[in-house]
């Protein structure tokens, strides 16, 4: 099965900063990548689908790159609602792996 | 509007069968390409998908669990059941359904309900 590896497994980052997390598939997954947010409490929300197409209502600041086996989510100025854990997750195929997660958090 | 609510116990005793239900409404399960799935997140921990089932009754599972788990249509035209046999302390979490279509990944989520295993 393939395995979808996040990195960094944790972030703290200054409001405004510039903020990446990748997510390595252990194979070929074409753009079948998604992200989601899930803020303390609450139930995860799809942020970003075929790997860099935003969900509706989802701010700008957020994007997504990548195909094939390396993808990247970026937040491009981090405010201080986007204190969150942030999940990758592949679809191209069952099963549907999720990445491991990255948690955000303003310094 | 689409929205999903699962049920089922709070507390289950350890070697207990799980039986979780979703009940959705804003889309059919009849219809071509819908899909509703099952998601669970132990406390602190990752999300962990767990089973898929399509419109046309295919049905997909996580290898890890597949032996423990079956995911079906509901009695009701407008709910999704899963069941998790010998259930065990580390199942403890809270468990989602969510809707996707196909090719597509989940796009709403019902709000959880936490199941603790625990003699």
């Known amino acids: 099965d393939i395995q979808m590896t996040q990195s960094p497994s944790f972030l703290s980052a200054s409001v405004g900063d510039r903020v990446t997390i990748t997510c390595r598939a252990s194979q070929d997954i074409r753009n079948y990548l998604a992200w989601y947010q899930q803020k303390p409490g609450k139930v995860p929300k799809l942020l970003i689908y075929?790997?860099?197409t935003l969900q509706s209502g989802v701010p700008s600041r957020f994007s997504g790159s990548g195909s094939g086996t390396d993808f990247t989510l970026t937040i491009s100025s981090l405010q201080p609602e986007d204190v969150a854990t942030y999940y990758c997750q592949k679809y191209n195929s069952a099963p549907w792996t999720f990445g491991q997660g990255t948690k955000v958090e303003i310094k | 509007q689409i929205t999903l609510k699962e049920s089922g116990p709070t507390l289950v005793r350890p070697t207990q069968t799980l039986t979780l239900t979703c009940t959705f409404s804003?889309?059919?399960?009849?219809?071509?390409?819908?899909?509703v799935g099952w998601i669970r997140q132990p406390p602190g921990k990752a999300l962990e998908w767990l089973a898929l089932?399509?419109?046309?009754?295919?049905?997909y599972y996580s290898p890890s669990l597949k032996s423990r788990l079956t995911i079906t249509k509901g009695t009701s035209t407008d709910q999704v059941v899963l069941t998790m046999t010998n259930m065990d302390p580390i199942d403890t979490a809270t468990y989602y359904c969510?809707?996707?279509?196909?090719?597509?990944?989940?796009?709403?989520w019902g709000q959880g309900t936490l199941v603790i295993v625990s003699s």
């Open positions: 089932i399509y419109w046309d009754d295919d049905k």
């Open positions: 969510a809707h996707s279509r196909l090719w597509a990944p989940f796009d709403y």
């Open positions: 804003g889309f059919s399960l009849s219809t071509g390409g819908v899909t």
């Open positions: 075929v790997a860099s």
